[in-house]
């Protein structure tokens, strides 16, 4: 009788533990990290230009899943990212932001949205993101006199071999426009994301912790 209980127990505890992992309700804790400093991006340069694709429709989800469209980075990377700006406007073309710092609970939204073939498109919430330290931004070129986006290999958010910043595929201008902004990101401290050209991570983010504060929360620290 003994066994019989032992071995209906052995799934059961197996299902728990499953079960668990998947209805993670806080983000990881760490220890040892860094208070957030959030910067909203706009306050150090408004002409910056935001396409906060998640405060819309216009997005992989369908539907808003920020109540605001701001962006938001640690200090640091904020700075850094002003500075790309720069350089850019001598060009006669600007920084465009599609999303900054992001909240551990919209992370996890995304992971349980996405099918399972996709999800190397969106970071796993039981490690939470760099997004969510504040140290991640997904970001193109825009064209300042015309305010319109410059061509690259793939639209942001695009979930195809299109969207590696090392894809071949695209056209020489789509290839030029890419390389220039990841030369300028990279000059900065940044790292290119592996599947996404217009993901990029500042230099030291693992010595931020994985935040899940609101943007009202965040902006209350530029005051």
Same mark, same amino acid.
């Given at each position: 009788m003994r066994i019989r209980i032992l071995r209906f127990a052995l799934p059961v505890v197996c299902l728990i533990l499953f079960s668990s992992a998947f209805s993670q309700t806080a983000p990881p804790k760490e220890s040892n990290?860094?208070?957030a400093h959030l910067i909203e991006l706009i306050t150090l340069d408004p002409t910056i230009k935001l396409d906060i694709r998640y405060a819309t429709d216009n997005n992989f989800v369908g539907r808003p899943v920020y109540p605001e469209a701001r962006a938001f980075l640690q200090?640091? +990377?904020a700075q850094a990212v002003v500075r790309v700006?720069?350089?850019l406007k001598e060009k006669g073309l600007g920084i465009v932001i599609?999303?900054?710092y992001r909240p551990w609970t919209i992370t996890k939204l995304f992971w349980d949205v996405v099918p399972e073939d996709k999800r190397k498109f969106v970071a796993n919430p +039981?490690?939470?993101s760099k997004h969510n330290r504040g140290c991640a931004i997904d970001l193109s070129i825009f064209d300042l006199k015309t305010g319109q986006l410059m061509d690259m290999p793939s639209g942001y958010d695009e979930f195809t071999e299109r969207a590696s910043p090392d894809y071949k595929g695209g056209t020489p201008q789509q290839t030029a426009n890419r390389e220039m902004l990841r030369k300028l990101m990279e000059d900065e401290?940044?790292?290119v994301n592996p599947n996404e050209w217009w993901h990029f991570d500042?230099?030291?983010w693992e010595r931020y912790a994985?935040?899940?504060i609101s943007f009202e929360e965040a902006g209350s620290q530029n005051r």
């Open positions: 990290k860094r208070e200090k640091p +990377a700006h720069k350089k599609f999303d900054g +039981a490690k939470g401290g940044f790292t500042y230099e030291n994985i935040y899940d």
